[in-house]
Structure formats: structure tokens, C-alpha cells
């Protein structure tokens, strides 16, 4: 069936670079995509959204871009720093907000 | 602002057993989600709801889950009988209701309840 994948399962950082996390969605009826990022025994908490008539949005150090053409969304994250650690999920979601599909999830790992 | 409310916590119970989770979501979100998320992976939609409709539980395995959300605020999943691969996190999310123009469906989650079955 479709689902929202990711290309890497985990990223390791330095701590005060910039962090880049990748999603492929596959499809195209898709109208609004969101980041969560998941500390451990927590649930998701919402970090930015983006809707598909937009190419970017920009956020607190985060920004999300969105490429229709080629189904693909990313996180950047500025600064990485130590709380950041987490793992991160896209989701998507059909109009009118249904359908919900999250992606498996990047483990972001950030060293010191 | 409270947010999303989950109990139990923590659920171990045998295989063929049932059990129930509840959820109270943040006063006046309109729209509730239940979530299954298994060690490892992202969140799975088991069912959504609007106010006390379903709006979506194509993922729902109706032969042995049920949730209900009777007076549109609180919901309850059940699960009846559990079998081994129930294993996971149950999360439960909501959102308000979107205005006009408004996409903006941004869900709160609650902590979880960790459900093991042995």
C-alpha cells in the first residue's frame, strides 16, 4: 500500500552543525505533511507542518522543505544541538485531514 | 493548558486477556485519534474520530479491537482477546476541529500506554 518513507534510519551529528532529515511520500494526493520528533518513552510532539501549495516553511532553527515533483520532504535543523537527539517521523495526511501515515522514523543522534 | 490524558501507563497481561485503555483529550478538540506504535516504528492509525462519529478505522482490527468515544470527549480502546503481537506503545492524539480555510491539523499527543502481553 502507500506509505511515507525514510531514506536513512539513522543520522549522527555534531553537536552545532546543521542536521538534515530526509522523507519520501508516495502519494501525490497527499495535502499536508507534518515533522514529530518522539523522545524516548514520550509521545510524538509536533515540530512544524507544511501544506503541498508551499514549497518551504521555516520554524524556530527547523525549516521543512517540500518537493511535489519528486514526493519528497525534508527537516533541517540549525545548530544541532544536544535535545535535539530524538527520533524523528514525517506523516502525511489526505484532504480534510484524514489518513494519517507516518513514516518509520530517523534516529537523530547528536555527539558532543 | 492540560493536554492529552492517558491511563493506565503501563499495561503486562497474558495472551486471551482483554484490556482497556482510556484517553481524555485536550478540552474542546473536536477530532481524537488512537494510534498503535510498535517497538521500532512510527505510529499506526487504528481509528479516528470526529466529535462521536468515526471518521476513519480502515486500520482497525475489528475482530478483536473496539473503541468508542461515546459523548464525544472521552474514548476507550479495548482490546479483546490480546494476542502476543499487540505488544506496543498506544498512543492517543487530538486536534481541534479545522476552521475554514484552516489546514492546520496539528495533533497533540498523549504519553501512552505501554502494553506488553506475555
Known amino acids: 500500500g502507500e506509505s511515507v518513507g525514510l531514506h536513512l534510519p539513522t543520522l549522527s551529528v555534531q553537536e552545532g552543525d546543521n542536521s538534515i532529515i530526509n522523507c519520501a511520500y508516495s502519494n501525490s494526493a497527499s495535502d499536508y505533511f507534518i515533522w514529530y520528533k518522539q523522545e524516548s518513552g514520550k509521545g510524538p510532539q509536533f515540530i512544524i507542518d507544511i501544506r503541498s501549495n508551499m514549497d518551504k516553511r521555516q520554524g524556530q532553527r527547523v525549516t521543512v522543505l517540500l518537493n511535489k515533483t519528486v514526493k519528497h520532504l525534508s527537516l533541517q535543523i540549525a545548530a544541532t544541538q544536544p535535545g535535539d537527539s530524538a527520533v524523528y517521523f514525517c506523516?502525511?495526511?489526505?484532504?480534510?485531514?484524514?489518513?494519517?501515515?507516518f513514516g518509520p522514523g530517523t534516529r537523530l543522534s547528536v555527539l558532543p | 493548558e492540560a493536554g492529552v490524558a492517558q491511563s493506565p501507563r503501563y499495561k503486562i497481561i497474558e495472551k486471551r486477556q482483554s484490556v482497556a485503555f482510556w484517553c481524555n483529550p485536550i478540552?474542546?478538540?473536536?477530532?481524537l485519534y488512537w494510534y498503535q506504535q510498535i517497538l521500532g516504528q512510527g505510529p499506526k492509525l487504528l481509528i479516528q474520530f470526529q466529535n462521536n462519529g468515526v471518521v476513519d478505522d480502515s486500520q482497525l482490527p475489528k475482530d478483536r479491537f473496539s473503541a468508542e468515544r461515546l459523548k464525544g470527549v472521552d474514548s476507550t480502546l479495548k482490546i479483546q482477546p490480546a494476542k502476543l503481537e499487540d505488544s506496543a506503545m498506544y498512543l492517543c492524539?487530538?486536534?481541534?476541529?479545522?476552521?475554514?480555510?484552516?489546514?492546520?491539523?496539528?495533533?497533540?499527543f498523549g504519553p501512552g500506554t505501554r502494553l506488553t502481553v506475555t
Open positions: 478540552s474542546g478538540h473536536a477530532t
Open positions: 492524539a487530538s486536534s481541534p476541529a479545522p476552521r475554514q480555510g484552516n489546514f492546520n491539523y496539528e495533533q497533540y
Open positions: 506523516a502525511e495526511t489526505r484532504p480534510r485531514g484524514q489518513n494519517f501515515v
